[in-house]
């Protein structure tokens, strides 16, 4: 994740002959232009827009879920020829997307180019039904990714149980069925509960 993310930002500062140095820093040209496609594909104002510091060092952004959505939703339907070419990537290797027993690797190689998803930090998810022309994002408020990936399991299926009756859910899911449940296990490892999206979705106009 995070080093694909540098690599691509020092790329793009020598294919610019911007610096390279500082790159990661808020106004240096790299991060000016990140600024502007986000802006750009969430839809969101500037004046909207929150900068803080990632994890890893470098500029991240503090939005509206419905502009991270949004975007997901344009990201998964666009005809932009860079944005198909990196959501072809995600699609034909989504092992590089996450890895070994995570849920977008899962969702990816399970239905290829019907979901598009991508873990956060902090309890985001976010992912695109391109078919649906549909983008979401949930995050969890105490950050818990556990509860994330169960959340969008269970809204991903109820979505589809109401907007695409005909799909076959556990096809659709593949091995990424296994989040719609987890246990919860004490200190001897015993089962003592599980995480499970609960409720119906509400649909608003």
Not at 28 to 33: S, Y
Not at 64 to 76: E, S
Not at 162 to 182: C, H, K, N, Y
Request: charged content about 20%.
């Amino acid at each position: 994740n995070c080093s694909g993310k540098h690599a691509g930002m020092m790329a793009l500062a020598r294919h610019h002959g911007w610096p390279v140095h500082g790159y990661e820093r808020a106004g240096h040209p790299v991060q000016d232009r990140m600024t502007e496609s986000m802006l750009e594909w969430t839809g969101v104002e500037r004046r909207a827009l929150s900068l803080g510091v990632d994890g890893c060092t470098v500029v991240c952004f503090a939005l509206p879920l419905t502009g991270m959505a949004l975007a997901y939703a344009r990201f998964g339907t666009s005809n932009d020829a860079p944005a198909a070419r990196l959501r072809g990537a995600m699609v034909e290797h989504p092992w590089l997307v996450a890895g070994t027993g995570r849920l977008c690797t899962d969702l990816m190689a399970a239905a290829p180019g019907q979901v598009i998803a991508k873990i956060g930090a902090e309890g985001v998810y976010s992912a695109a039904l391109p078919a649906l022309g549909l983008g979401l994002t949930l995050k969890i408020d105490s950050g818990e990714m556990r509860a994330a990936a169960v959340a969008l399991v269970g809204t991903l299926s109820r979505l589809l149980e109401v907007l695409a009756p005909d799909v076959s859910i556990p096809t659709m899911l593949g091995r990424a069925a296994r989040f719609a449940e987890l246990p919860i296990r004490n200190t001897r490892d015993e089962v003592t509960g599980s995480l499970r999206a609960a409720g119906a979705l509400r649909f608003h106009d």
